[in-house]
Protein backbone atom coordinates (compact mmCIF):
# COMPACT_ATOMS: atom_id res chain seq x y z
CA UNK A 1 0.00 0.00 0.00
CA UNK A 2 1.59 3.04 -1.07
CA UNK A 3 1.88 6.04 1.49
CA UNK A 4 1.37 10.00 0.42
CA UNK A 5 3.90 12.09 1.80
CA UNK A 6 3.26 15.06 3.65
CA UNK A 7 4.56 16.91 0.15
CA UNK A 8 1.25 15.12 -1.71
CA UNK A 9 -1.63 16.40 0.98
CA UNK A 10 -2.54 20.23 0.96
CA UNK A 11 -1.44 21.93 3.24
CA UNK A 12 -4.46 23.51 5.41
CA UNK A 13 -2.56 24.64 8.22
CA UNK A 14 -3.64 27.92 9.70
CA UNK A 15 -0.73 30.96 8.87
CA UNK A 16 0.80 32.26 11.28
CA UNK A 17 0.46 36.36 11.26
CA UNK A 18 4.06 36.52 10.29
CA UNK A 19 3.33 34.41 7.26
CA UNK A 20 0.49 36.67 6.34
CA UNK A 21 2.24 40.10 6.53
CA UNK A 22 5.16 38.15 4.18
CA UNK A 23 2.75 37.52 1.62
CA UNK A 24 1.00 40.99 1.87
CA UNK A 25 4.57 42.64 1.06
CA UNK A 26 4.97 41.13 -2.47
CA UNK A 27 1.17 40.50 -3.26
CA UNK A 28 -2.46 42.43 -3.27
CA UNK A 29 -4.74 41.59 -0.51
CA UNK A 30 -7.16 40.14 -2.62
CA UNK A 31 -4.69 37.74 -4.18
CA UNK A 32 -3.55 36.86 -0.52
CA UNK A 33 -6.66 35.68 0.53
CA UNK A 34 -8.19 34.18 -2.84
CA UNK A 35 -4.89 31.91 -2.59
CA UNK A 36 -4.79 31.45 1.06
CA UNK A 37 -8.56 30.97 1.53
CA UNK A 38 -9.44 28.59 4.76
CA UNK A 39 -6.17 29.41 5.77
CA UNK A 40 -6.52 32.66 7.27
CA UNK A 41 -7.72 32.86 11.31
CA UNK A 42 -10.18 35.38 11.92
CA UNK A 43 -8.57 38.15 13.05
CA UNK A 44 -6.36 37.63 10.02
CA UNK A 45 -9.07 37.24 7.43
CA UNK A 46 -10.52 40.88 8.61
CA UNK A 47 -7.46 42.43 8.05
CA UNK A 48 -7.18 41.40 4.58
CA UNK A 49 -11.01 42.10 4.26
CA UNK A 50 -9.72 45.63 5.71
CA UNK A 51 -7.03 46.37 3.08
CA UNK A 52 -8.87 45.27 0.16
CA UNK A 53 -11.34 47.64 0.96
CA UNK A 54 -8.59 50.24 1.25
CA UNK A 55 -7.23 48.87 -2.17
CA UNK A 56 -10.28 49.40 -4.23
CA UNK A 57 -11.10 53.24 -2.06
CA UNK A 58 -7.22 53.66 -3.73
CA UNK A 59 -7.73 52.06 -7.32
CA UNK A 60 -11.48 54.57 -7.64
CA UNK A 61 -9.45 57.30 -6.73
CA UNK A 62 -7.18 57.02 -8.87
CA UNK A 63 -9.36 56.17 -11.86
CA UNK A 64 -11.96 59.31 -11.38
CA UNK A 65 -9.16 61.99 -10.77
CA UNK A 66 -7.25 62.95 -14.36
CA UNK A 67 -3.23 61.48 -14.57
CA UNK A 68 -0.47 63.53 -13.28
CA UNK A 69 2.97 63.49 -14.76
CA UNK A 70 5.07 60.85 -13.40
CA UNK A 71 7.11 61.49 -10.35
CA UNK A 72 11.02 59.66 -11.24
CA UNK A 73 13.96 59.83 -9.32
CA UNK A 74 17.59 60.16 -9.99
CA UNK A 75 19.29 57.33 -11.39
CA UNK A 76 21.40 57.04 -8.39
CA UNK A 77 18.75 57.78 -6.00
CA UNK A 78 19.38 55.49 -3.11
CA UNK A 79 16.46 54.30 -0.37
CA UNK A 80 18.42 54.46 3.43
CA UNK A 81 18.62 51.10 4.62
CA UNK A 82 17.08 50.26 7.83
CA UNK A 83 18.31 48.13 10.42
CA UNK A 84 17.02 44.23 9.80
CA UNK A 85 14.76 45.56 7.04
CA UNK A 86 15.77 45.81 3.06
CA UNK A 87 14.40 49.15 2.00
CA UNK A 88 12.33 52.16 3.96
CA UNK A 89 9.30 51.83 1.61
CA UNK A 90 7.72 48.02 1.40
CA UNK A 91 6.60 46.80 -2.08
CA UNK A 92 3.11 46.88 -0.54
CA UNK A 93 2.85 50.03 -0.40
CA UNK A 94 4.88 51.11 -3.67
CA UNK A 95 1.40 50.42 -5.87
CA UNK A 96 -0.41 52.71 -3.96
CA UNK A 97 2.42 55.70 -4.08
CA UNK A 98 0.86 57.44 -7.20
CA UNK A 99 -3.29 58.01 -6.24
CA UNK A 100 -1.50 58.73 -2.39
CA UNK A 101 0.09 61.63 -4.14
CA UNK A 102 -2.60 62.30 -6.33
CA UNK A 103 -5.08 62.18 -3.89
CA UNK A 104 -2.91 64.82 -1.79
CA UNK A 105 -2.08 67.02 -4.85
CA UNK A 106 -6.26 67.57 -5.16
CA UNK A 107 -6.37 68.24 -1.60
CA UNK A 108 -4.08 70.85 -1.30
CA UNK A 109 -5.46 72.70 -4.33
CA UNK A 110 -9.00 72.65 -2.55
CA UNK A 111 -7.44 74.13 0.31
CA UNK A 112 -5.65 76.82 -1.94
CA UNK A 113 -7.93 77.78 -4.08
CA UNK A 114 -9.97 80.36 -2.04
CA UNK A 115 -6.84 82.56 -1.93
CA UNK A 116 -6.15 81.69 -5.80
CA UNK A 117 -9.57 83.12 -6.43
CA UNK A 118 -9.77 86.75 -4.08
CA UNK A 119 -10.21 89.80 -6.83
CA UNK A 120 -11.73 92.95 -5.75
CA UNK A 121 -15.32 91.80 -6.44
CA UNK A 122 -15.78 88.32 -4.52
CA UNK A 123 -17.90 89.29 -1.41
CA UNK A 124 -18.24 87.78 2.08
CA UNK A 125 -16.03 87.11 5.38
CA UNK A 126 -13.55 85.36 3.79
CA UNK A 127 -12.62 87.87 1.28
CA UNK A 128 -12.54 90.63 4.15
CA UNK A 129 -10.41 93.47 3.33
CA UNK A 130 -10.72 93.50 -1.18
CA UNK A 131 -14.33 93.17 -0.85
CA UNK A 132 -16.93 95.40 -0.31
CA UNK A 133 -17.83 96.00 3.16
CA UNK A 134 -20.96 94.74 4.61
CA UNK A 135 -23.96 96.84 6.21
CA UNK A 136 -22.94 95.48 9.50
CA UNK A 137 -19.59 96.38 9.20
CA UNK A 138 -19.98 99.81 7.97
CA UNK A 139 -22.51 100.42 11.27
CA UNK A 140 -20.19 98.59 13.43
CA UNK A 141 -17.48 101.04 11.86
CA UNK A 142 -19.52 104.43 11.81
CA UNK A 143 -19.53 105.12 8.56
CA UNK A 144 -22.78 106.94 7.96
CA UNK A 145 -22.26 108.30 4.70
CA UNK A 146 -22.35 105.15 3.36
CA UNK A 147 -25.12 104.35 5.36
CA UNK A 148 -27.22 107.26 4.03
CA UNK A 149 -25.90 106.54 0.16
CA UNK A 150 -27.25 103.08 0.86
CA UNK A 151 -30.30 103.65 1.93
CA UNK A 152 -31.35 106.30 0.31
CA UNK A 153 -35.20 104.73 0.38
CA UNK A 154 -36.81 104.89 3.48
CA UNK A 155 -39.13 101.89 2.80
CA UNK A 156 -35.90 99.62 2.29
CA UNK A 157 -34.19 101.77 5.66
CA UNK A 158 -37.56 100.42 7.12
CA UNK A 159 -37.08 96.60 5.97
CA UNK A 160 -33.27 97.05 6.55
CA UNK A 161 -32.20 94.08 9.72
CA UNK A 162 -28.77 92.57 10.01
CA UNK A 163 -29.42 89.05 11.10
CA UNK A 164 -33.13 89.56 11.83
CA UNK A 165 -31.98 92.64 14.00
CA UNK A 166 -33.98 95.62 12.55
CA UNK A 167 -30.98 98.07 11.62
CA UNK A 168 -32.11 100.89 14.26
CA UNK A 169 -31.51 98.24 16.93
CA UNK A 170 -28.11 97.07 15.53
CA UNK A 171 -26.63 100.91 15.45
CA UNK A 172 -28.17 100.72 19.24
CA UNK A 173 -26.19 97.48 19.96
CA UNK A 174 -23.24 98.71 18.93
CA UNK A 175 -23.28 102.37 19.87
CA UNK A 176 -22.93 104.09 17.00
CA UNK A 177 -25.46 107.28 17.86
CA UNK A 178 -25.15 108.98 14.70
CA UNK A 179 -26.53 106.52 12.52
CA UNK A 180 -28.82 106.16 15.40
CA UNK A 181 -30.01 109.73 15.19
CA UNK A 182 -30.22 109.69 11.37
CA UNK A 183 -32.00 106.68 11.20
CA UNK A 184 -34.95 108.00 13.36
CA UNK A 185 -34.64 111.59 11.58
CA UNK A 186 -35.55 109.55 8.37
CA UNK A 187 -39.27 109.05 10.25
CA UNK A 188 -38.03 104.85 12.00
CA UNK A 189 -40.12 104.88 14.80
CA UNK A 190 -37.78 105.64 17.96
CA UNK A 191 -40.07 102.90 20.04
CA UNK A 192 -40.56 100.41 17.28
CA UNK A 193 -39.41 96.69 18.59
CA UNK A 194 -37.73 93.66 17.48
CA UNK A 195 -38.64 90.14 17.57
CA UNK A 196 -38.18 90.18 21.66
CA UNK A 197 -40.58 93.02 22.03
CA UNK A 198 -37.62 95.38 22.74
CA UNK A 199 -37.06 99.44 21.63
CA UNK A 200 -33.67 100.85 20.65
CA UNK A 201 -33.77 102.39 24.24
CA UNK A 202 -33.68 98.95 25.89
CA UNK A 203 -31.14 97.36 23.44
CA UNK A 204 -28.61 100.39 24.11
CA UNK A 205 -29.63 100.03 28.17
CA UNK A 206 -28.89 96.31 27.79
CA UNK A 207 -25.59 96.69 26.02
CA UNK A 208 -24.06 99.27 28.35
CA UNK A 209 -24.21 102.43 25.52
CA UNK A 210 -24.92 105.49 27.43
CA UNK A 211 -24.60 108.01 25.14
CA UNK A 212 -26.96 106.27 22.67
CA UNK A 213 -29.35 106.28 25.59
CA UNK A 214 -28.85 109.87 26.40
CA UNK A 215 -29.45 110.37 22.60
CA UNK A 216 -32.75 107.73 22.32
CA UNK A 217 -33.92 109.69 25.72
CA UNK A 218 -33.73 113.03 23.93
CA UNK A 219 -35.23 111.72 20.35
CA UNK A 220 -38.54 110.89 22.38
CA UNK A 221 -37.70 106.83 23.82
CA UNK A 222 -40.07 105.90 26.19
CA UNK A 223 -38.66 104.83 29.30
CA UNK A 224 -41.57 102.90 30.49
CA UNK A 225 -42.02 100.58 27.50
CA UNK A 226 -41.93 96.95 28.30
CA UNK A 227 -40.37 94.21 26.15
CA UNK A 228 -42.39 90.82 25.69
CA UNK A 229 -41.05 89.15 28.85
CA UNK A 230 -41.83 92.39 30.87
CA UNK A 231 -38.62 94.20 30.97
CA UNK A 232 -38.22 97.97 30.96
CA UNK A 233 -34.77 99.54 29.96
CA UNK A 234 -33.44 100.68 33.27
CA UNK A 235 -34.24 96.68 34.53
CA UNK A 236 -32.04 95.05 31.26
CA UNK A 237 -29.63 98.03 32.61
CA UNK A 238 -29.11 96.80 35.88
CA UNK A 239 -29.59 93.15 34.95
CA UNK A 240 -26.65 93.60 33.11
CA UNK A 241 -24.73 95.31 35.51
CA UNK A 242 -24.75 99.14 33.94
CA UNK A 243 -25.97 100.48 37.02
CA UNK A 244 -25.47 104.05 36.25
CA UNK A 245 -27.16 103.52 33.00
CA UNK A 246 -30.05 102.15 35.17
CA UNK A 247 -30.33 105.01 37.98
CA UNK A 248 -30.35 107.55 34.81
CA UNK A 249 -33.25 105.83 33.21
CA UNK A 250 -35.01 105.70 36.59
CA UNK A 251 -34.75 109.67 36.89
CA UNK A 252 -37.60 111.32 36.31
CA UNK A 253 -35.79 113.55 33.41
CA UNK A 254 -33.89 110.81 31.79
CA UNK A 255 -30.39 112.94 32.69
CA UNK A 256 -27.36 111.08 33.87
CA UNK A 257 -26.73 111.41 36.93
CA UNK A 258 -23.57 113.16 38.62
Known amino acids: MTQHTSQDEPNHETLTAKQVND ?97 GTTTGPAYRGTAEPTIAESIEQGDLAKIQSTFA ?26 IVTWIIGQGLDVNQTDQQGKTPLMIAAEHGQGDTVTALLGLGADVTAQSADGQTAAALAEAYGYEEIAAQLNQPTGKPTN
Open 23 to 119: LLETQSAAEVKQQCAGRLSDRDLQKVNGLIQVEHLLTDTGRALPPIPAFKLPQNYQTMPLPGEAQVIRPVWRRFQAPIALAAAVLIAVLLLPTALQD
Open 153 to 178: DVEALRAAAVDQTPMLHYAARVGQTK
